[in-house]
């Protein structure tokens, strides 16, 4: 493959930067970054690792998902070890993952999971804003879970530029009608440490076949608020969810909540992208709060 140049330089200033250039062999493009570029780095005499950098890196991004990566292995999920962080990059253990294809690895994923969201909090938020892509996750915190849902995981994008250009008066007036009805929709529940990007890309298997979780975006949260992102991102593991449920029971109508709470993600997308998936799943969603 050959390597484009700019991004080489700048993940080469990023490994000396962090005082890991030594005995670099190369330099391998990996597929499957959005945001970021991802590289795996061969050294000499040394492991190798993976480095992501990104073109227009926010102040904080990479210091921010390293510390998310720790407070999830802290609680027993298992997460790449951060080897750097700093000067645009983010250096985290290579562990040579596989393709997640044995069904008992979506078991083992699932009760992962449930683990981790019998780790509760006391408030909803994180002590700072996080990340999500390359925009912000507001995280203020606030000990009503759908008074934060509402602000500050849907409401919040309304404004950013790429929403606001394709949302309608019609549209956001929905949102706020469905905002207003949550606690019919979503019952209470404690705020969990959730990982707050947990769709299956996120999920990777080590080469013992255990699961690996990454890229998080954490917070306090609604414990379905995850399970949305792996019920309705692309497709559903049936396994990951019977495991799931084993050690952390559902009620009856948890399927009905995930479309809701995916709208999280929905709305990221739309003010990343505006793009039309995203605005056709919004208005489906929205259609019962529309008016005519």
Not at 81 to 102: F, H, K, N
Not at 103 to 129: C, I, K, N, Q, Y
Not at 238 to 254: G, I, K, M, Q, T
Request: negative net charge; glycine residues 8%.
């Amino acid at each position: 493959m050959i390597l484009p140049e700019p991004k080489e330089r700048r993940a080469r200033e990023a490994l000396a930067a962090l005082g890991l250039d030594d005995h670099v062999t190369g330099l391998e493009l990996l597929t499957g970054g959005v945001v970021n570029t991802v590289w795996m780095v061969h050294r000499a005499n040394a492991d190798d690792l993976v480095l992501k950098t990104t073109d227009d890196t926010p102040e904080d991004l990479y210091e921010v998902e390293a510390e998310g990566l720790d407070a999830l292995r802290d609680h027993g999920l298992r997460t790449p070890r951060v080897l750097g962080v700093g000067g645009g990059g983010l250096a985290l253990e290579a562990l040579t993952p596989r393709v997640p294809a044995e069904p008992e690895f979506w078991e083992h994923a699932g009760r992962a999971v449930a683990a981790l969201h019998g780790v509760h909090g006391d408030r909803f938020g994180w002590p700072h804003d996080g990340w999500l892509g390359v925009l912000p996750q507001r995280n203020h915190w606030h000990d009503d879970g759908h008074v934060f849902f509402a602000e500050q995981r849907l409401l919040r994008y309304v404004g950013e530029p790429k929403a606001e250009a394709v949302l309608t008066s019609r549209d956001r007036a929905a949102l706020e009608r469905l905002c207003v009805r949550l606690p019919d929709i979503v019952p209470t529940a404690p705020p969990v440490l959730t990982h707050g990007d947990l769709w299956h890309n996120n999920v990777v298997a080590a080469p013992d076949g255990e699961p690996v979780f990454i890229d998080p975006a954490v917070s306090w949260m609604w414990a379905e608020v995850d399970l949305s992102m792996m019920f309705c991102a692309d497709k559903s593991p049936a396994r990951f969810f019977d495991a799931y449920r084993e050690v952390r029971p559902l009620d009856s109508r948890w399927r009905e909540r995930m479309p809701v709470l995916f709208l999280r993600e929905v709305l990221s997308t739309l003010a990343h992208e505006g793009s039309r998936w995203s605005l056709d799943y919004l208005r489906t969603v929205l259609r019962p709060f529309m008016t005519s």
